[in-house]
């Protein structure tokens, strides 16, 4: 079973800062099953970034994804006051599982 | 615009079945993609609890496999999870969502306490 670590666990940021935020996999995935969410207190989870690095419809482009193998890569160039949440990424397995990390929290400095 | 919502009592009791409802609209969920649910509690962050394809075949996560059931009524555009024998460890907001590599679209959310 493969298993997403991300890190670091939290982040105190301030606003304009650029944001890295990283997810590594026990074992190599495939770069079309990564995908990276937001989630703000009381909200559901919004898909962010798909395939590793697609924004899904109606994500700024301050937000982006990179990486492969076992390393992937959440990036916001410049953090809003409304990007202050906690971020998942999740894998998709061909054995049809889906396994989301245990998350980063991006707080206000 | 696909829309998702989840339906269900908001209290189980231990070793009581948990049995949820998610009704979609804007998208038949014959046509095509997984749908599925997924919960969220403090301890234990988000975990995929299992999805129902578009033919009707299910994937379970392994670790709750013996104890769930999600089924489907493509009448009324609706699927539903059964999780039996509860504790109140799964106390938690479970979510239903479409899953394609990835979750697109996701319901409110529901929260489901488990007490006597």
């Known amino acids: 079973e493969i298993v997403l670590t991300q890190s670091p666990g939290t982040l105190s940021l301030s606003p304009g800062e650029r944001v890295t935020l990283s997810c590594r996999a026990s074992q190599s995935l495939s770069s079309s099953h990564l995908g990276w969410y937001q989630q703000k207190p009381g909200q559901s989870p919004r898909l962010l970034i798909y395939a590793t690095s697609t924004r899904a419809p109606g994500i700024p482009d301050r937000f982006s994804g990179s990486g492969s193998g076992t390393d992937f890569t959440l990036t916001i160039s410049r953090l809003e006051p409304e990007d202050f949440a906690v971020y998942y990424c999740q894998k998709y397995d061909t054995s049809h599982t889906w396994t989301f990390g245990q998350g980063t929290k991006v707080e206000i400095k | ?116």
């Open chain 2, 1 to 116: 615009q696909v829309q998702l919502q989840e339906s269900g009592p908001g209290l189980v009791k231990p070793s009581e079945t948990l049995t949820l409802t998610c009704d979609v609209s804007g998208y038949s969920i014959s046509s095509g993609y997984y749908w599925g649910w997924i919960r969220q509690s403090p301890g234990r962050g988000l975990e995929w609890i299992g999805s129902i394809y578009n033919t009707g075949r299910t994937y379970y996560n392994s670790s709750l496999q013996s104890r769930v059931t999600i089924s489907r009524d493509t009448s009324k555009n609706q699927f539903s999870l059964k999780l039996r024998s509860v504790t109140a460890a799964e106390t938690a907001v479970y979510y239903c969502a479409r899953l394609g590599a990835a979750l697109d679209f996701w319901g409110q959310g529901i929260l489901v306490s488990v007490s006597s």
